[in-house]
């Protein structure tokens, strides 16, 4: 620098206090009634439109996860849609089946690539006009993930989507909050405590769990769950008592050995998921 020239004043950056935030607009609960309605209704139809085509190429599926939750009475509005592709086919792999879709309707499913610049795989996306809001949409094929090839009989049909069997959805939920729960990364760990409302709502649906507590075999079924995820089954269902207590006389219903909990102060795990379910997380 010169030793006549004199540098130039710039000024400091505003610190961000929060204020800025404060004046976003905040939606009303009755604005977030209808966006979620919306959201619903997308992911709807993005499950009958992937079903509908799927059909059409003699291939059967089932939804599970979110989705199926949902229309089993879950009050949380899913996301996405999970479609497990009924096909014993081992050349039928689940890529195969996403450019399928695409094909077949290229103005409403796209794909996008993983976040993960590591994986082999894409992410189907469903949209009905561009520019509008878009819903993921998950394919899997029996096999991996302990995911099987559920008898057609079993399938339960439900506002004309079919739906894998409850006793299915509710151990797959608690799998996932399981997964969630152990993985390394924490936007994974973060999904942890829907998962637990969702496992907790799904006890809560009187229908369904007088069927399942008539039948105290229903979670030995081969037909829907293998061996290894028996067993799993049985040490995750401890864990999340373990760590809800509240929820342990369900499952015990349910012809799980839950011991009973010792008396402790009011567990505040419990409280969080009660609150998360008010806020429809």
Not at 80 to 89: F, G, M, N, Q
Not at 151 to 164: D, E, K, N
Request: glycine share 4%; with cysteine.
């Amino acid at each position: 620098m010169n030793q006549g020239t004199l540098p130039v004043a710039t000024a400091p950056k505003p610190r961000s206090n929060g204020s800025q935030k404060s004046n976003r607009h905040r939606k009303s609960n009755a604005e977030k009634a209808v966006s979620e309605q919306e959201h619903l209704s997308l992911v709807l139809t993005a499950a009958e439109t992937a079903v509908n085509i799927l059909r059409q190429n003699n291939l059967p599926a089932a939804i599970f996860g979110s989705l199926a939750c949902k229309l089993y009475g879950n009050s949380r509005c899913p996301k996405d849609a999970d479609i497990l592709v009924l096909t014993s086919a081992s050349d039928i792999t689940a890529e195969i089946l996403k450019q399928l879709l695409v094909a077949a309707a290229p103005r409403l499913f796209y794909l996008k690539n993983s976040r993960d610049p590591a994986a082999t795989y894409r992410i189907l996306w469903f949209r009905q006009r561009p520019g509008r809001r878009e819903t993921k949409v998950d394919i899997l094929v029996p096999g991996p993930m302990s995911l099987p090839l559920i008898p057609l009989p079993r399938i339960r049909w439900v506002s004309g989507l079919p739906l894998a069997p409850f006793c299915f959805i509710l151990l797959h939920k608690l799998k996932g909050w399981a997964d969630h729960r152990d993985a390394p990364e924490g936007f994974k760990r973060a999904r942890q405590s829907t998962d637990a409302a969702d496992v907790r709502r799904l006890l809560d649906i009187v229908t369904e769990m007088r069927v399942l507590q008539a039948a105290p075999s229903w979670k030995e079924d081969l037909e829907l769950f293998d061996a290894e995820l028996q067993a799993d089954s049985v040490v995750r269902v401890q864990q999340y008592c373990a760590e809800f207590p509240g929820r342990a006389k369900r499952w015990r219903s349910l012809g799980f050995d839950v011991p009973e909990p010792e008396a402790a102060p009011a567990d505040t795990k419990v409280d969080i998921v009660v609150a998360l379910d008010r806020l429809n997380l």
